[in-house]
């Protein structure tokens, strides 16, 4: 009994150390949104360490149902920008088969559905530059998410948050996705399958 307390401390331990080996860290706001003409806007984030990213917007079609255009990237930093939900996970893995708003590597522009006074959700991947220095899910890289409203006239950025150690982060939360730990799940599958013989070897001995 003792080796297994012995044991579930040094998981104990582990765990631990794993989860502050990497601490997510979260910026809050995550982007900005400038106006410079009647129905032109642009998006900017500052969250990964590679620099500054931004997307220019356009309103077509004003009114109760209007279309957000996405009419240019900045190239100086890569980015990837979708439609998203409150409470969706954004990391590396959720821009992988969705349809692309904004990204510039290969470079895409794309368009969504508003509807005046509904609040919507654009995530974001920011990462190395778009020619062979780094990609999303490198180090510098940073996932976040804006909250926007369009009210028939003016769109507003109503919220924004970003994780900027590459781990992820929950949309419409400052929460970062939680990382599973290798060595830790692996120290536990240990004390699982020690404890399990212990038992085992228990019961042999009681029925002897």
């Known amino acids: 009994m003792k080796s297994l307390v012995t044991c579930f401390g040094w998981l104990a331990v582990a765990l631990m150390y794993c989860s502050q080996a990497r601490a997510a ?20 984030s500052d969250a990964s360490s590679y620099g500054r990213a931004s997307v220019d917007l356009l309103i077509l079609d004003g009114g109760s149902f209007s ?81 926007l409203v369009y009210d028939g006239t003016t769109l ?18 400052y929460t970062a996705i939680p990382e599973p730990c290798t060595a830790g799940l692996a120290l536990a599958g240990l004390g699982a399958i020690a404890l399990r013989r212990k038992l085992r070897r228990s019961k042999c001995m009681s029925t002897r």
């Open 67 to 147: 279309t957000l255009s996405a009419q240019g990237a900045s190239v100086g930093i890569l980015q990837i920008w979708i439609a998203t939900s409150a409470g969706t996970p954004i990391d590396a893995l959720s821009f992988d088969s969705a349809s692309v708003f904004a990204n510039n590597s290969p470079y895409m522009l794309g368009s969504i559905q508003m509807t005046a006074n509904e609040p919507f959700y654009l995530e974001f991947g920011l990462g190395g530059t778009p020619v062979g220095q780094g990609s999303l899910g490198s180090q510098g890289s940073a996932y976040g998410w804006v909250e």
């Open 25 to 44: 860290a979260i910026n809050w706001p995550g982007a900005s949104l400038s106006q410079y003409g009647e129905v032109n806007y642009t998006l900017f």
């Open 156 to 173: 507003t950025l109503l919220d924004s948050a970003a994780e900027t150690t590459g781990i992820g982060i929950y949309a419409g939360t």
